[in-house]
């Protein structure tokens, strides 16, 4: 191999240095710029953390309304974005009417292009986080036939987006403050994850001076398989498919032991976490909060009972031991989306919106490090040896 190392999957390699999240996998530490992810979710908001993991600091007063003003100007899409949408069929996953939408918006905002004037990318970030909610929530309503609601500059953050994709427009709105605030934690949660695979392709695309819409559009298409954010929806359709088949949950236990099946535990494991997940034990008590709240006998309630059972389950399991297996953040995030009223297909793109500010933070980071530069793995080429090209009719 020479000067290089064979590395498939990036087991052993720091492809950067970062100062934005810190994650200690055997201890199950998460931190946002040094900030521990329990203390993010129990007192801070989605915005604020917004501008924490942007600028490195929390924002005092003044500069948190500010922040706020400066995020509800850029809320609204170019009216011609609204016609991209109209471009896609109906039945479109949201997930590919939005890596489609924030690909273009390139062609929208061209002042962003300059990215090496700091300002300049303050303010593609700003469009970024102001325009997600916007877009991620017109996804949805697309693919239903119904029409967009405009972002409201008198709501919060989450409120907003809830409004987005809910209100009725000849109806007032009432948001659900408890709602609110499971969305907001939620999405603090996901905001950051340090150089998983979406954040290291925003990175790669970005490393070769590609604007960052496009590098945020192909972060999105690397979040959507299921061994990264689609696993949120996929966990939902596994315990679905559970509950329909009556097999006991050992059946299934089995199933994911088994190295000719392809079945996995979808929710369960992780590259860095060898201890139970931070975020999996915030979003799980949250569930149980939420749940608590809705009538009993739910279908939800049953997802959540199986979730939990599951757990149990796999936990005690020497197979999920000895590999330290344990639930991660997408587990129980889908019986919150659900209890929201967010269907199973905008699960990967809730996700998504909520990370935008990590892809973006991560790659102002890269843009403003004198020593960041192109990025361009090796490879260990195993093809034919030199050969001669023979002429196609003595083939
Ligand atoms: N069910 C059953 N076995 C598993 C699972 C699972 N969910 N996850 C890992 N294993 C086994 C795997 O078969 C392997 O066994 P062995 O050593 O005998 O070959 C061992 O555990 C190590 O797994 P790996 O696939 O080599 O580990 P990885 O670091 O390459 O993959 C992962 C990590 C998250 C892709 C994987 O655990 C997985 O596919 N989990 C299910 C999908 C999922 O929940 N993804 C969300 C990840 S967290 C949120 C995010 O990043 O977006």
């Not at 329990?38 to 500069?63: D, R």
């Not at 593609?124 to 967009?148: C, D, E, N, Q, V």
């Not at 709501?155 to 403050?177: C, G, N, Q, R, S």
Request: net charge negative.
């Amino acid at each position: 191999l020479g000067y290089f190392t064979y590395d498939p999957g990036f087991m052993a390699t720091a492809s950067c240095s970062s100062q934005i999240t810190y994650l200690d996998g055997d201890e199950g530490t998460l931190l946002y710029r040094g900030y521990p992810i329990e203390q993010l979710a129990e007192h801070s908001t989605f915005l604020e953390v917004c501008y924490l993991l942007l600028n490195g600091k929390l924002p005092n007063m003044i500069e948190m309304v500010d922040f706020e003003n400066i995020i509800t100007r850029h809320t609204l899409l170019h009216d011609q974005v609204q016609g991209f949408f109209r471009g896609f069929r109906r039945d479109a996953h949201p997930m590919a009417t939005m890596v489609g939408v924030v690909g273009a918006l390139s062609a929208f905002y061209h002042d962003d292009l300059n990215i090496h004037d700091p300002e300049q990318r303050q303010r593609s970030a700003h469009r970024l986080i102001a325009k997600m909610p916007t877009i991620a929530a017109w996804s949805y309503r697309y693919s239903m036939g119904l029409p967009f609601n405009y972002p409201q500059n008198r709501l919060k953050y989450t409120e907003d987006f809830l409004h987005l994709m809910f209100a009725v427009p000849t109806e007032p709105y009432e948001i659900d403050p408890l709602m609110a605030r499971a969305l907001d934690i939620i999405l603090i949660l996901h905001a950051d994850h340090e150089q998983n695979a979406s954040t290291s392709t925003v990175r790669l695309a970005g490393s070769s001076e590609a604007n960052p819409f496009a590098a945020v559009a192909a972060g999105i298409a690397s979040l959507w398989g299921p061994a990264h954010g689609g696993a949120n929806e996929a966990v939902i359709n596994m315990l679905r498919e559970i509950e329909k088949s009556g097999q006991p949950l050992s059946w299934w236990v089995d199933r994911a032991k088994d190295k000719n099946d392809r079945f996995r535990l979808m929710g369960f494991g992780h590259r860095v976490y060898k201890n139970y997940d931070p975020r999996a034990k915030i979003i799980r008590e949250l569930a149980n909060q939420i749940l608590d709240r809705l009538p009993p006998g739910n279908p939800n309630q049953k997802l959540f009972d199986i979730a939990r059972e599951l757990e149990q389950v796999a936990l005690h399991d020497d197979y999920f031991k000895s590999r330290n297996l344990y639930p991660n953040v997408d587990f129980y995030s889908g019986v919150i989306f659900l209890s929201m009223g967010i269907p199973v297909s905008m699960f990967t793109v809730m996700f998504a919106l909520a990370r935008t500010i990590g892809w973006i933070s991560q790659w102002n980071e890269m843009m403003g490090d004198e020593e960041s530069r192109i990025g361009r793995p090796r490879q260990l080429y195993t093809g034919a040896e030199k050969r001669i090209y023979v002429p196609m009719d003595q083939r």
